[in-house]
């Protein structure tokens, strides 16, 4: 099968050689679904893994070793993929994340199950980051928006099924498979991309910034945890989570003030002179603050209030994933046909700010058909917003940059995520533990003490004065959150506003480097001169 060359060469960007695109491609996706998967089928297997291995107190570590890893080594990999090349650092990211998953798979204890969770989260930084700045190298922005729709479908994908298959997992074959099953899946992508993908080989002289590296480390590792451990396993005002505080400032300035300094810095600030990039930073951010904050109260609301079941719960964001999936191919189409577009992240920071406005607006009364009316109005503006973010990221530096470009946009999604879950959670819980107080006194104190989400089993348990209590909590509860998520998201149109469309590289009938340095700091996107693999 012919080797895929990067981007600019006339075979990628003129579709001579479409089986072999389509076979890196598949796997790539393949490597995305590992990705994304991967926690929503192990939160599903939790209750059995912790009925055999025990360690109740350590259970939120098997998550949060794995968010806290991914998220440090995020920016990491960019920075390794754009100095020694990107196909060596995207396969040594699959092979250590399968390392990872054996190991968690044959955990014999809840202390080994973390130390192994934390070493997949490491491949995992890589396995997103790499996808992105690979398509980014291999496809031009104009012709990127085609495959848009192939990465929401994926994303959409793994939100639905990720609970219905770690469920059938866990039944039939035991939760070790929740892990294993990544290895057959994993194997298939690293063939194809060791046979298929040829990128060109970089050899950097400088070395790697490792005082970056460890002051970035410490400063997003703090952020996590604060986000994680605020207001559950400590008060907000806490001596831990204000020490936490202190550390990941400090950490983040220092990272800031050395990557000044730093020969090869690990998040070279120059990509924030760009307009675009900063607007899209920003946007990304906020997008991943809705999309985990509606995806984590969506479902508790249609389970509590309207009585839907918790085994579909994946099935219950359909309207809002299948929205999200047709708008990003239709604007993935449309960019690619026009080259064209400020529209979308307009479009879509509008619609999402009426959509979560939209949800806040639910009650008990609400009925299913009009949440999910809801919630596709959220899905639109997520659509519209999704790829175009990473798309005019990208398109806003220099090849040389690809990865660093693509790192620091997902990282700031994923910590927009952490921000999101951990503020209108704050949110939620308080509303509902007032809420409960008010309408059912010391019982519905009492009911609450521990945690304002119950699961299905705790609320049937209830008294129905209780139960009608707690419904009406969740739906006040949701209001809060969503009408925080709406003013959040208000900020995502306002940035859209200053978006400068500058032409995508690639663009037009035969325009042969794109466009020139602008003032908002875009390049060219010619591909380095180096040694091909």
């Known amino acids: 099968m012919a080797d895929i060359p990067a981007a600019g060469a006339d075979e990628a960007v003129e579709g001579k050689q479409p089986k072999s695109v389509r076979v890196v491609l598949l796997a790539l996706m393949i490597a995305m679904m590992l990705a994304m998967l991967d926690n929503m089928i192990i939160g599903t297997a939790m209750p059995t893994i912790v009925g055999e291995l025990g360690g109740l107190e350590h259970l939120s570590w098997v998550v949060t070793a794995y968010t ?11 920075k390794l993929g754009d100095m020694y090349g990107r196909k060596g650092s995207f396969m040594t990211s699959i092979v250590i994340f399968l390392i990872g998953s054996a190991l968690s798979g044959m955990a014999q204890d809840m202390g080994q199950l973390i130390g192994f969770r934390a070493v997949q989260g490491l491949g995992a930084g890589g396995l997103m980051v790499g996808v992105m700045a690979i398509i980014g ?48 899946l994993g194997a298939v992508a690293l063939v194809a991309i060791s046979a298929v993908l040829h990128l060109p080989k970089k050899r950097s002289q400088a070395r790697i910034d490792y005082l970056g590296a460890a002051l970035l480390t410490v400063g997003i590792t703090a952020i996590v ?22 550390i990941g400032v400090a950490a983040l300035v220092g990272f800031v003030f050395w990557q000044t300094k730093a020969a090869e810095p690990i998040v070279p600030l120059h ?29 508790l609301y249609q389970q509590s209030v309207q009585g839907a079941s918790a085994t579909n719960s994946g099935l219950l964001l359909l309207p809002m994933l299948g929205a999200m999936l047709v708008t990003s ?94 503020i209108m959670g704050a949110l939620f819980n308080h509303r509902v533990q007032d809420v409960m107080a008010e309408k059912a006194g010391a019982v519905g104190s009492q009911v609450t003490e521990q945690s304002a989400q119950l699961d299905a089993a705790s609320l049937a348990k209830l008294p129905e004065v209780a139960r009608e209590a707690y419904q009406h909590a969740v739906s006040s509860g949701t209001h809060g959150a969503f009408l925080l998520g709406a003013a959040v998201a208000v900020l995502a149109l306002v940035a859209a506003v200053f978006v400068k469309e500058v032409p995508l590289k690639g663009a037009g009938p035969k325009t042969a480097d794109g466009p020139a340095d602008g003032d908002d700091g875009t390049a060219t996107a010619k591909a380095p001169v180096t040694e091909a693999v």
């Open 329 to 422: 191919m239709v604007a993935g189409r449309v960019t690619t046909n026009t080259g064209r577009y400020k529209i979308f992240p307009v479009a879509g920071g509008a619609l999402m700010t009426v959509g979560l406005y939209l949800l806040s607006l639910m009650d008990t009364d609400t009925s299913r058909f009009t949440s999910g009316v809801y919630m596709a109005v959220v899905g639109l503006g997520m659509g519209c917003l999704m790829q175009i973010t990473m798309l005019v990221a990208q398109n806003s530096v220099e090849m040389k940059d690809m990865g660093v470009a693509s790192s620091s946009t997902t990282l700031f999604r994923t910590l927009g995520s952490s921000f999101g879950v951990a």
């Open 137 to 184: 190298d291999l496809i031009p922005p104009r012709e990127r928006g085609k495959y848009q729709g192939m990465m929401a479908g994926v994303m959409a994908l793994a939100m639905i099924g990720g609970p219905l298959v770690g469920g059938t997992i866990t039944d039939h074959w035991g939760w070790r498979w929740s892990f294993y099953i990544n290895l057959p």
């Open 271 to 299: 990509i924030f002179r760009s307009r675009n990039f900063t607007l899209m930073s920003l946007i990304g951010f906020i997008v991943g603050f809705v999309m985990f904050g509606a995806t984590l109260f969506l479902p």
């Open 225 to 246: 945890l604060v986000t994680t451990w605020g207001g559950t396993e400590y008060a907000w005002t806490s001596t831990r989570i204000m020490e936490l505080i202190a």
């Open 68 to 78: 806290l890893a991914t998220a440090a080594s995020t920016p990491l990999w960019g």
